[in-house]
């Protein structure tokens, strides 16, 4: 059984930075993709961030590009999503979710929710000031 653990969560102001970090078991990652999602109130789960388990494919949503960054430590089987800048907008849930790195994926399936087979709990993420 998979267990995805995140961790991180936070309230913090605008312009601020968080990290968050996710913790995986129960499968041998190295052919695996993994990524970050986040949930509104009201609103759909989106993409945010994809990475390779080696960290050498990396993904962002326009919303992120250059303020957060996906991050990978395979000794620890963990992900991590550093988020600088914040902004109010970026107030949610946030999840890690795991899929397998198929060509498919990385040509673009990385963004829907539907490729992923296991998710984490969630961690809350409120930028306010």
């Known amino acids: 059984q998979v267990q995805l653990v995140e961790s991180g969560e936070g309230l913090v102001q605008p312009g601020d930075s968080l990290r968050l970090s996710c913790a995986a078991s129960?499968?041998?990652?190295?052919?695996?993709?993994m990524a970050w999602f986040r949930q509104a109130p009201g609103k759909e789960r989106e993409f945010v961030a994809a990475?390779?388990?080696?960290?050498?494919?990396?993904y962002y949503s326009n919303s992120v590009k250059g303020r957060f960054t996906i991050s990978t430590d395979t000794a620890e089987n963990t992900i991590y999503l550093q988020m600088n800048s914040l902004k109010p907008e970026d107030t949610a849930v946030y999840y890690c979710?795991?899929?397998?790195?198929?060509?498919?994926?990385?040509?673009?399936?990385?963004?829907?929710?539907?490729?992923?087979?296991?998710w984490g709990q969630g961690t809350q993420v409120t930028v306010s000031s």
């Open positions: 979710a795991t899929a397998l790195g198929t060509s498919d994926y990385y040509s673009g399936y990385y963004r829907s929710t539907e490729v992923y087979d296991y």
């Open positions: 129960g499968r041998t990652l190295n052919r695996y993709a």
């Open positions: 990475t390779s388990w080696s960290g050498r494919r990396t």
